[in-house]
């Protein structure tokens, strides 16, 4: 199972998911993409009806490692 998870959410020691991390970066980016498609963020196109602009959701992932960086971005 670890295989489909990122280091980031892995404890060093045991290898064991650190649900508290995937928890809190799973709220941090239903927090953002709400943000986004109701046009609240700063600097958000508002998404409207067909949801946020490719350059918007590039936007929550600014290290590149295909997960939101957090809550502050």
Same mark, same amino acid.
């Given at each position: 199972? /670890? =295989? %489909?998870? @990122?280091?980031?959410?892995?404890?060093?020691?045991?290898?064991?998911?650190?649900?508290?991390?995937?928890?809190?970066?799973?709220? %941090? !980016?239903? @927090?953002?993409l #709400?943000?986004?498609? #109701? =046009?609240?963020? %700063?600097? #958000?196109?508002?998404?409207? @009806?067909?949801?946020? #602009?490719?350059? /918007? !959701? %590039? /936007? !929550?992932d @600014?290290? =590149?490692?295909?997960?939101?960086?957090?809550?502050?971005?």
């Amino acid at each position: 199972m /670890n =295989g %489909a998870i @990122r280091e980031k959410f892995l404890d060093a020691e045991t290898g064991e998911v650190r649900v508290d991390a995937l928890a809190k970066s799973y709220r %941090a !980016l239903e @927090r953002k993409l #709400s943000e986004v498609t #109701s =046009g609240r963020g %700063a600097g #958000s196109d508002g998404g409207g @009806r067909d949801g946020p #602009s490719p350059a /918007n !959701l %590039a /936007n !929550l992932d @600014r290290d =590149g490692d295909g997960v939101p960086d957090g809550p502050d971005g």
